[in-house]
């Protein structure tokens, strides 16, 4: 007992120095690697799952040459053009967007600058909530539920908007339930969780010194907002709406489902289309030679979209936290 | 801090679309386990296939009662689609696969020059559903369908179909397509179908056809069912199995010998009775010739390597599918599938003997 106890009164002093940040460097070297190599093994898959998509897909690229960004995708007639599935990933995309963002990024201020943390709380979860509902969830209730019910108020505005020039053609009379604008809907509903939380976190950081100077100035709760929030926070809510923007993209089964799978490059956004994800889950089942290689295609783009659009997101969250920095 | 944030935001993501990545690797990798059968007559161990939906409610009913002939086989039938089947046959991850159509030739490639045999398991009619309240012996001709999944014809009381169905009370309801959402083997032979039978088909035949653009598209025969039920003057390709479990209304359909037929088991077995069968038991069972045969009448086949490493896979594989072709023949009526012909099963059961020498 007394023993231990001088042995433990004597431990701190009875280690040289060096010993010790010794065994500290070893440590600190060993799990230096370790994550440096956990870091590259997922850059070397990515890069992987390119290379090989790629590979795949090669007999696409060559078989079609430009053509792959032709305007027809008709595996009877052994034409594959991507161009009605990039046109209809990016309109379902704007359509999430335009709805999603101001409904999120005005989630995000009221949790932040409206009410109090303790109702904040609550809010929050309820939020968070939409993200755990499953993708084929969201996919089978809005084909079951939810097409049935808006083709009516697609009807309705169909007829309203008809002969009007630029609206007739955007909102002509729809063909089914399933859409452009039903699909763009339920991405709405499905990248609202991801944005407002990472908005609320950007806004979250806005320092309170900043705030309370504009409210001794004398500004308004929305003159704060508009003066101080906002700047601070811009680019990296920009950030969160093109991560948002990348979930939109690579949705699948949800798409699969709501969109009404008709390959179509048309201005009516009522009307079927088709996307990349979902075209690639419907079709790979019975595809075989140039077909399979053009839905591998379709894959590799997809995964280049995502890169870019995931790389803005970065450059946008960057150049903010810089300029930040700098004031 | 935000910064900081949004990178473990963007890392979460990263990591979850490793784990799908890793878990869609382990799950496409199914285990090709051998056990060790000592007698001839108790088999033990799995046998993997994929392949073929259209097999699907067959297969799950045959597994299920293949367990009372050899208790200590695990058969796995997945489905995912025809074209599934034969990759994962062709990178050996199924012992063998369900396939509605013969191998194509830009696939043949894959199979490295061994030899697959064709095992055909059973016929099956494809229905053309449609809903039209009041009108129950609806008839077609090939090009009246044709012209109606062209976007031809686009009202019900359209002259061409009033001229075969003269006492029907058609209503000038516009027609609504119903079709497949996913590529599938029924719109490839429901495409071969009209390919065969009508001159005025123009829009080939493939898994995947590109409809006109005003069509409803639904995943599965269940899902075009659900299309057609819900949508009145809806019309669509079902195969009948499905077709009769949503309680659909189907037309009967002209043959090759001008007779109006209804879709059913028998008329499909009568289809089958006259197909010029290919020596590796490949055929066609569209567009017979038999006045009574159902002209829109399809099949699926399992393709087994005829090399096989392992003794008892070979002995597995025989016991199964001769079961098929033997006792499982009979459970296919009620299903809503049609039994195969005598001499294509004679022919079927004779080639068992080729696995694995």
Same mark, same amino acid.
């Given at each position: 007992?007394?023993?231990?106890?001088?042995?433990?009164?004597?431990?701190?002093?009875?280690?040289?120095?060096?010993?010790?940040?010794?065994?500290?460097?070893?440590?600190?070297?060993?799990?230096?690697?370790?994550?440096?190599?956990?870091?590259?093994?997922?850059? *070397?898959?990515?890069?992987?799952?390119?290379?090989?998509?790629?590979?795949?897909?090669?007999?696409?690229?060559?078989?079609?040459?430009?053509?792959?960004?032709?305007?027809?995708?008709?595996?009877?007639?052994?034409?594959?053009?991507?161009?009605?599935?990039?046109?209809?990933?990016?309109?379902?995309?704007?359509?999430?967007?335009?709805?999603?963002?101001?409904?999120?990024?005005?989630?995000?201020?009221?949790?932040?600058?409206?009410?109090?943390?303790?109702?904040?709380?609550?809010?929050?979860?309820?939020?968070?909530?939409?993200?755990?509902?499953p993708s084929v969830v969201?996919?089978?209730?809005?084909?079951?539920?939810?097409?049935?019910?808006?083709?009516?108020?697609?009807?309705?505005?169909?007829?309203?908007?008809?002969?009007?020039?630029?609206?007739?053609?955007?909102?002509?009379?729809?063909?089914?339930?399933?859409?452009?604008?039903?699909?763009?809907?339920?991405?709405?509903?499905?990248?609202?969780?991801?944005?407002?939380?990472?908005?609320?976190?950007?806004?979250?950081?806005?320092?309170?010194?900043?705030?309370? =100077?504009?409210?001794?100035?004398?500004?308004?709760?929305?003159?704060?907002?508009?003066?101080?929030?906002?700047?601070?926070?811009?680019?990296? *809510?920009?950030?969160?709406?093109?991560?948002?923007?990348?979930?939109?993209? =690579?949705?699948?089964?949800?798409?699969?489902? *709501?969109?009404?799978?008709?390959?179509?490059?048309?201005?009516?956004?009522?009307?079927?289309?088709?996307?990349?994800?979902?075209?690639?889950?419907?079709?790979?089942?019975?595809?075989?030679? *140039?077909?399979?290689?053009?839905?591998?295609?379709?894959?590799?783009?997809?995964?280049?979209?995502?890169?870019?659009?995931?790389?803005?997101?970065?450059?946008?969250?960057?150049?903010?936290a810089r300029r930040k920095?700098?004031? | 801090?935000?910064?900081?944030?949004?990178?473990?935001?963007?890392?979460?993501?990263?990591?979850?679309?490793?784990?799908?990545?890793?878990?869609?690797?382990?799950?496409?990798?199914?285990?090709? @386990?051998?056990?060790?059968?000592s007698s001839s007559s108790?088999?033990?161990?799995?046998?993997?296939?994929?392949?073929?939906?259209?097999?699907?409610?067959?297969?799950?009913?045959?597994?299920?009662?293949?367990?009372?002939?050899?208790?200590?086989?695990?058969?796995?039938?997945?489905?995912?689609?025809?074209?599934?089947?034969?990759?994962?046959?062709?990178?050996?991850?199924?012992?063998?696969?369900?396939?509605?159509?013969?191998?194509?030739?830009?696939?043949?490639?894959?199979?490295?020059?061994?030899?697959?045999?064709?095992?055909?398991?059973?016929?099956?009619?494809?229905?053309?559903?449609?809903?039209?309240?009041?009108?129950?012996?609806?008839?077609?001709?090939?090009?009246?369908?044709?012209?109606?999944?062209?976007?031809?014809?686009?009202?019900?009381?359209?002259?061409?179909?009033?001229?075969?169905?003269?006492?029907?009370?058609?209503?000038?309801?516009?027609?609504?397509?119903?079709?497949?959402?996913?590529? @599938?083997?029924?719109?490839?032979?429901?495409?071969?179908?009209?390919?065969?039978?009508?001159?005025?088909?123009?829009?080939?035949?493939?898994?995947?056809?590109?409809?006109?653009?005003?069509?409803?598209?639904?995943?599965?025969?269940?899902?075009?069912?659900?299309?057609?039920?819900?949508?009145?003057?809806?019309?669509?390709?079902?195969?009948?199995?499905?077709?009769?479990?949503?309680?659909?209304?189907?037309?009967?359909?002209?043959?090759?010998?001008?007779?109006?037929?209804?879709?059913?088991?028998?008329?499909?077995?009568?289809?089958?009775?006259?197909?010029?069968?290919?020596?590796?038991?490949?055929?066609?069972?569209?567009?017979?010739?038999?006045?009574?045969?159902?002209?829109?009448?399809?099949?699926?086949?399992?393709?087994?390597?005829?090399?096989?490493?392992?003794?008892?896979?070979?002995?597995?594989?025989?016991?199964?599918?001769?079961?098929?072709?033997?006792?499982?023949?009979?459970?296919?009526?009620?299903?809503?599938?049609?039994?195969?012909?005598?001499?294509?099963? @004679?022919?079927?059961?004779?080639?068992?003997?080729?696995?694995?020498?």
């Amino acid at each position: 007992m007394s023993a231990a106890t001088q042995a433990d009164q004597a431990a701190p002093g009875a280690i040289p120095a060096g010993g010790l940040i010794g065994r500290r460097g070893l440590a600190d070297r060993s799990f230096q690697w370790l994550a440096l190599a956990a870091g590259l093994l997922v850059l *070397v898959i990515l890069v992987l799952i390119a290379a090989s998509t790629t590979q795949q897909a090669a007999s696409w690229f060559s078989a079609e040459g430009w053509g792959i960004f032709g305007t027809v995708w008709d595996p009877a007639a052994n034409k594959f053009g991507a161009t009605p599935f990039i046109y209809g990933t990016a309109i379902t995309g704007i359509i999430a967007l335009v709805m999603a963002v101001p409904v999120s990024v005005a989630i995000a201020l009221l949790l932040t600058e409206v009410v109090p943390f303790r109702l904040a709380r609550p809010i929050v979860y309820v939020v968070d909530l939409l993200a755990v509902v499953p993708s084929v969830v969201w996919g089978l209730w809005g084909i079951l539920v939810f097409a049935p019910w808006i083709q009516h108020i697609y009807a309705s505005i169909g007829s309203a908007v008809n002969g009007i020039p630029v609206l007739g053609s955007l909102f002509g009379p729809p063909t089914s339930g399933a859409s452009f604008f039903t699909a763009g809907i339920i991405l709405a509903f499905m990248i609202t969780p991801i944005v407002t939380s990472l908005s609320r976190e950007v806004i979250a950081t806005v320092p309170a010194v900043d705030r309370e =100077g504009a409210y001794a100035l004398g500004a308004t709760r929305w003159e704060m907002i508009r003066g101080v929030v906002w700047p601070h926070s811009q680019g990296g *809510v920009v950030g969160a709406v093109l991560l948002g923007l990348g979930r939109a993209m =690579g949705e699948t089964i949800a798409a699969a489902l *709501v969109i009404g799978s008709s390959p179509s490059i048309t201005s009516h956004l009522f009307a079927t289309g088709y996307n990349m994800p979902a075209v690639i889950a419907n079709q790979f089942g019975e595809s075989t030679g *140039v077909f399979k290689a053009g839905l591998m295609g379709l894959g590799v783009l997809l995964f280049a979209f995502t890169i870019i659009v995931n790389v803005l997101a970065r450059g946008a969250v960057e150049r903010s936290a810089r300029r930040k920095r700098g004031a | 801090m935000q910064r900081r944030r949004i990178q473990r935001a963007a890392a979460v993501g990263l990591a979850a679309a490793l784990a799908t990545f890793a878990a869609a690797c382990s799950s496409s990798g199914g285990s090709g @386990s051998s056990g060790s059968g000592s007698s001839s007559s108790a088999l033990s161990g799995t046998l993997n296939a994929s392949g073929s939906t259209f097999q699907l409610p067959f297969q799950q009913a045959a597994i299920q009662a293949f367990k009372s002939v050899q208790p200590n086989m695990t058969v796995n039938y997945g489905g995912g689609g025809s074209g599934k089947g034969r990759s994962d046959l062709a990178s050996g991850v199924v012992q063998f696969a369900g396939s509605d159509s013969p191998i194509p030739s830009d696939e043949t490639a894959n199979f490295k020059g061994k030899k697959v045999l064709y095992f055909p398991v059973f016929l099956g009619p494809i229905t053309m559903s449609y809903n039209l309240s009041g009108v129950s012996n609806l008839k077609l001709t090939p090009a009246v369908i044709a012209d109606i999944f062209q976007g031809k014809i686009t009202k019900w009381n359209d002259p061409a179909i009033k001229s075969i169905n003269s006492g029907a009370k058609l209503p000038s309801t516009p027609i609504t397509l119903a079709v497949r959402s996913d590529s @599938s083997g029924t719109t490839a032979n429901f495409s071969l179908f009209l390919q065969t039978a009508a001159k005025n088909w123009k829009l080939g035949t493939s898994s995947t056809i590109n409809w006109p653009k005003s069509a409803h598209a639904g995943n599965g025969n269940g899902g075009v069912a659900q299309v057609i039920k819900s949508t009145p003057g809806a019309i669509g390709y079902v195969d009948y199995a499905d077709a009769k479990a949503s309680g659909l209304t189907y037309a009967s359909v002209q043959n090759s010998s001008g007779q109006f037929v209804a879709p059913s088991p028998t008329a499909a077995s009568a289809a089958g009775s006259t197909v010029t069968l290919k020596p590796d038991l490949t055929f066609a069972a569209v567009w017979q010739s038999s006045p009574s045969a159902y002209p829109i009448t399809y099949q699926s086949w399992d393709l087994v390597y005829q090399k096989q490493s392992s003794a008892n896979t070979t002995k597995m594989l025989k016991a199964y599918i001769g079961y098929l072709l033997g006792d499982g023949q009979k459970l296919l009526t009620t299903l809503g599938y049609a039994p195969l012909p005598s001499n294509i099963l @004679s022919k079927a059961k004779a080639q068992l003997s080729q696995i694995g020498s």
